[in-house]
């Protein structure tokens, strides 16, 4: 329910509460003539919200969530195009992220495909068709952060710093092996990631930090040289190099 004030110029929807999903939807929303069209401006915010039956009507999404949503947004369709907002899940499940499924590839990890986690924020804000946003991951075996840009087209540009635990990058046949060369016994490996291209299906770049360094200064050349055929082979997909 909401009530609808008429004014000079606008049309108000205040004091908006309704049930969603299991949830609770609140706003306010304003409504304005602006040349041939509308402008409509408000915030709305989300308490309690269960993902999963939001997703479970839309079969058709590529990729799903699960958990419950908390979220504060603010919008202004003007010129300036104005989205802000706030969202945070807890306790649920990211299921086939084109972002966890690139890097799930990259490493050879399939456990990446599908993460139960603890708690996700994500913080949005922009116009004009380009909003920065920050991302945060926390769970029992997948922690990261992803910082950056998505601009019109739904292109993304950023980086990703995410820390996988040992046990799961044992999943890898490549990364396995690179483990024992090393003989690592930290409980995980924290892997900094250029994303680039479209957010459906991005592109990522290795780039350096102390467990790449690591392996550049510890192994012995002739193992530098498997190591980098390795790599080759994890982006080409080819058949696995000897040493």
């Known amino acids: ?18 049930t969603a999903y299991g949830g609770i939807l ?29 997703f479970e009507s839309r ?15 603010r919008f202004d369709s003007g010129a300036a195009q104005m989205l802000k907002g706030q969202m945070f899940f807890t306790k649920g499940t990211i299921d086939q992220n084109p972002i966890l499924n690139a890097v799930s590839d990259f490493l050879g990890v399939p456990s990446l495909r599908k993460v139960d986690f603890d708690e996700l924020s994500v913080f949005l804000s ?8 920050r991302v945060q991951l926390s769970s029992a075996q997948v922690n990261g952060q992803l910082e950056g840009s998505i601009t019109e087209y739904d292109k993304m540009d950023g980086y990703l710093s995410v820390s ?3 046990s799961l990058l044992n ?10 060369y090393l003989r690592h016994d930290e409980p995980s490996v924290t892997f900094p990631f250029k994303i ?16 790449k360094d690591k392996l550049q200064n510890l192994l012995p050349e002739r193992n530098k040289r498997f190591l980098q055929r390795l790599v080759n082979q994890m982006v080409e997909g080819n058949e696995e190099p000897k040493p």
């Open 196 to 211: 680039s291209s479209y957010v459906s299906s991005p592109r990522i770049l290795w780039l350096k930090n102390e467990f």
């Open 171 to 180: 999943e890898s046949k490549y990364f396995k092996k690179l483990l024992v």
């Open 126 to 133: 922009g116009g004009r068709g380009e909003y920065t946003s």
């Open 1 to 18: 329910f909401g009530v609808m004030r008429r004014q000079e110029d606008a049309i108000v929807l205040d004091h908006l509460k309704a």
């Open 59 to 73: 079969p058709q999404t590529p990729y799903a969530l699960s958990g419950a949503l908390d979220a504060d947004l």
């Open 26 to 54: 609140e706003g306010e929303i304003d409504l304005r003539a602006q040349g041939e069209g509308a402008r409509v401006e408000g915030e709305l915010h989300l308490r309690d919200v269960d993902l999963a039956e939001f």
């Open 164 to 166: 996988i635990g040992t």
